[in-house]
C-alpha cells in the first residue's frame, strides 16, 4: 500500500484508483478506539494531494459499520484525569473532521449498526448507502454522556429538526427511515452493485474537479454572499485553465472519453 500508513486498526484495499477502508473488529462491533481514530488521521493526512485515490469507502467487517465510541476506553478514562479526558475526545474530533474534508469522494457503506459515533462518521461522508437491515441510533444519552463531537456533523447533514430529535430521543432508525430524514441516499439490497454504481459515476469525473468542489461545498457557508461569488468564480477560473479543463473541455467537443475515464 504505497504511501499509505499501515495500522492494525484498519485495512486497506486499494484497486483501480479506489480505497476501501475496513474497520476490523466485527466482534466488537467495531468500534472507534483511541487506535482506530489515530490511524483514521494518519490515513486522511496520506491522502492529501493523491489524486490517483478517486475515492474512498468505509466499511465494518461482520455486516457491522461501527457502534460508535470504544465504551472499554471510556471506562478506562475514567481512572484518568479530566484533561486527559478532554484529549481523548478533541483525537476523535479531529478524525471525523479529517474525514469531512478528505479531497476524495467519499462513501459511507452502513451495514448492521451505525450507531452513536458511528452514526457521526456515517455523517461525515459525501455519499451513504446503507443496507436495507441497517439500523442507526444517537445512543448516548441512553447512557449519561452527550453526542459531542459528532453533534456538528449531524445537524450539518439532517438538519436542526431531525438531528435535535435523534439526539434527544436516542430513537433508532431502520434504513428507510435514515432515507427519509436525509441520513442515508440510498437503501440497497445489494451493497456491492451499489458500491460498483457509484465508483463508476465517481471515476467518470476529473479528480481535480471533485477535490476543487468539496474545498468549494465546505467553504461556501461561511461565506458572505458576495464572497461566495467571487470565490465560485475564482474557483471556475481555476479549474478551466488547469490541464484537466483543458482535457475535459477539448474531450467533450471531439467527442471522446476524457484522459482520467476509465477505458
Given at each position: 500500500?504505497?504511501?499509505?500508513?499501515a495500522s492494525?486498526?484498519?485495512?486497506?484495499e486499494?484497486?483501480?484508483?479506489?480505497?476501501t477502508?475496513?474497520f476490523p473488529?466485527?466482534?466488537a462491533?467495531n468500534?472507534?478506539t483511541a487506535?482506530?481514530?489515530?490511524?483514521?488521521?494518519?490515513?486522511?493526512?496520506a491522502?492529501?494531494g493523491?489524486?490517483d485515490?478517486?475515492?474512498?469507502?468505509?466499511?465494518?467487517?461482520?455486516?457491522?459499520?461501527?457502534?460508535g465510541g470504544d465504551?472499554k476506553?471510556?471506562?478506562?478514562?475514567l481512572?484518568?484525569t479530566?484533561?486527559e479526558?478532554?484529549?481523548m475526545?478533541?483525537?476523535?474530533a479531529?478524525a471525523f473532521?479529517?474525514?469531512?474534508a478528505?479531497e476524495?469522494?467519499?462513501?459511507m457503506?452502513?451495514e448492521?449498526?451505525?450507531m452513536?459515533?458511528?452514526?457521526?462518521l456515517?455523517?461525515?461522508?459525501?455519499?451513504?448507502?446503507?443496507?436495507?437491515e441497517?439500523?442507526?441510533?444517537?445512543?448516548?444519552?441512553r447512557?449519561?454522556?452527550?453526542?459531542?463531537?459528532?453533534a456538528?456533523?449531524?445537524?450539518?447533514?439532517?438538519g436542526?429538526?431531525e438531528g435535535?430529535r435523534l439526539?434527544?430521543?436516542a430513537?433508532?432508525?431502520?434504513?428507510?427511515g435514515?432515507?427519509?430524514?436525509?441520513l442515508?441516499?440510498?437503501v440497497?439490497?445489494?451493497?456491492?452493485?451499489?458500491l460498483?454504481r457509484i465508483?463508476?459515476?465517481v471515476?467518470?469525473?476529473?479528480?481535480?474537479?471533485?477535490?476543487a468542489?468539496?474545498?468549494?461545498?465546505?467553504?461556501?457557508?461561511d461565506?458572505?454572499?458576495?464572497?461566495?461569488?467571487e470565490?465560485?468564480?475564482?474557483a471556475?477560473?481555476?479549474?478551466l485553465?488547469?490541464?484537466?479543463g483543458?482535457?475535459?473541455?477539448?474531450?467533450?467537443?471531439e467527442?471522446?472519453k476524457p484522459?482520467?475515464a476509465?477505458?
Amino acid at each position: 500500500m504505497t504511501g499509505l500508513p499501515a495500522s492494525p486498526a484498519l485495512e486497506l484495499e486499494l484497486a483501480d484508483g479506489w480505497l476501501t477502508v475496513w474497520f476490523p473488529e466485527p466482534e466488537a462491533r467495531n468500534p472507534l478506539t483511541a487506535a482506530r481514530v489515530a490511524a483514521l488521521v494518519a490515513l486522511c493526512e496520506a491522502l492529501k494531494g493523491r489524486r490517483d485515490v478517486r475515492g474512498v469507502t468505509f466499511r465494518g467487517r461482520g455486516g457491522v459499520f461501527c457502534a460508535g465510541g470504544d465504551l472499554k476506553g471510556f471506562r478506562a478514562a475514567l481512572q484518568g484525569t479530566r484533561e486527559e479526558i478532554v484529549a481523548m475526545s478533541l483525537a476523535g474530533a479531529e478524525a471525523f473532521a479529517a474525514v469531512e474534508a478528505l479531497e476524495q469522494v467519499t462513501v459511507m457503506a452502513v451495514e448492521g449498526f451505525a450507531m452513536a459515533g458511528g452514526f457521526g462518521l456515517a455523517c461525515c461522508g459525501d455519499v451513504v448507502i446503507a443496507h436495507r437491515e441497517a439500523r442507526f441510533a444517537l445512543t448516548e444519552a441512553r447512557i449519561g454522556i452527550v453526542p459531542a463531537q459528532i453533534a456538528p456533523y449531524v445537524l450539518a447533514r439532517l438538519g436542526a429538526r431531525e438531528g435535535r430529535r435523534l439526539m434527544l430521543t436516542a430513537a433508532q432508525l431502520d434504513a428507510e427511515g435514515a432515507k427519509a430524514g436525509g441520513l442515508a441516499d440510498e437503501v440497497t439490497e445489494d451493497m456491492e452493485a451499489s458500491l460498483a454504481r457509484i465508483r463508476a459515476a465517481v471515476l467518470a469525473c476529473g479528480p481535480g474537479a471533485l477535490a476543487a468542489t468539496k474545498a468549494l461545498i465546505r467553504a461556501l457557508p461561511d461565506r458572505s454572499r458576495g464572497e461566495a461569488r467571487e470565490a465560485a468564480a475564482h474557483a471556475f477560473a481555476d479549474a478551466l485553465l488547469s490541464e484537466e479543463g483543458r482535457e475535459g473541455v477539448a474531450s467533450f467537443l471531439e467527442k471522446r472519453k476524457p484522459s482520467w475515464a476509465p477505458r
